[in-house]
């Protein structure tokens, strides 16, 4: 198991952007395939966006894509999701997860085995 830590939540108006980071404390990320999903109140978890082991390949839905970004840092423990051009409907919690390998399942919330707290991102217009 990984202990995975989001931080970088916040406040912004549309248009805006936010950097957010996800850190596994002792751990390195590229031992795991990583992904961010989101969870706004009464709709369910979505995914946001997926990385390979190799970093090779990234994933992301049509409704982030071409404005979100996903990458691992210099510092091997942590990935991050560079989030531009936000728009409200991007509000809501944001998860980072973590898997052993990625499979097709990816965007399938219960297909992710550990999972950090959540942090809060809230866009105005």
């Known amino acids: 198991q990984v202990h995975l830590v989001e931080s970088g939540g916040g406040l912004v108006q549309a248009g805006g952007s936010l950097r957010l980071s996800c850190a596994a404390p002792?751990?390195?990320?590229?031992?795991?395939?990583m992904g961010w999903f989101r969870q706004a109140p009464g709709k369910e978890r979505e995914f946001v966006a997926a990385i390979s082991r190799s970093g090779s390949n990234t994933y992301y839905p049509d409704s982030v894509k071409g404005r979100f970004t996903i990458s691992r840092g210099n510092a091997k423990n942590t990935v991050y999701l560079q989030m531009n051009s936000l728009k409200p409907e991007d509000t809501a919690v944001y998860y980072c997860?973590?898997?052993?390998?990625?499979?097709?399942?990816?965007?399938?919330?219960?297909?992710?085995?550990?999972w950090g707290q959540g942090t809060q991102v809230t866009v105005s217009s």
């Open positions: 997860a973590a898997s052993f390998f990625l499979s097709s399942d990816y965007e399938k919330y219960d297909y992710w085995g550990q």
């Open positions: 002792g751990r390195t990320s590229s031992s795991y395939a």
